[in-house]
């Protein structure tokens, strides 16, 4: 491969840098489901349960106060249908 702008001597090459985030990408998935359960006081193992749409937003908050974490938004993927997302308050 060519050496491009984005090389850095000694470091690593662009397509290191991609492979490297290409084997990130399910990582990060696992990772958010499990911080999900984790936010929620629940066992790691109940991530499962949590299917994570990818580019959907997802928000963890809390309700009615700091000791009842919430998941107030989860893989919310209505915008890639063009579809409006009003803000709600149900969560801080």
Request: net charge positive; with cysteine.
């Given at each position: 491969?060519?050496?491009?702008?984005?090389?850095?001597?000694?470091?690593?090459?662009?397509?290191?840098?991609?492979?490297?985030?290409?084997?990130?990408?399910?990582?990060?998935?696992?990772?958010?489901?499990?911080?999900?359960?984790?936010?929620?006081?629940?066992?790691?193992?109940?991530?499962?349960?949590f299917v994570l749409t990818i580019a959907s937003p997802s928000i963890l908050g809390y309700d009615h106060g700091l000791d009842q974490p919430a998941i107030c938004l989860w893989s919310d993927d209505r915008h890639l249908a063009g579809e409006y997302i009003p803000a709600r308050g149900a969560c801080w």
């Open positions: 491969m060519a050496p491009s702008r984005y090389d850095c001597p000694a470091g690593e090459t662009l397509a290191n840098v991609r492979a490297r985030a290409d084997r990130m990408i399910g990582r990060i998935r696992s990772f958010l489901r499990i911080l999900a359960v984790r936010w929620l006081r629940l066992p790691a193992i109940e991530a499962y349960h």
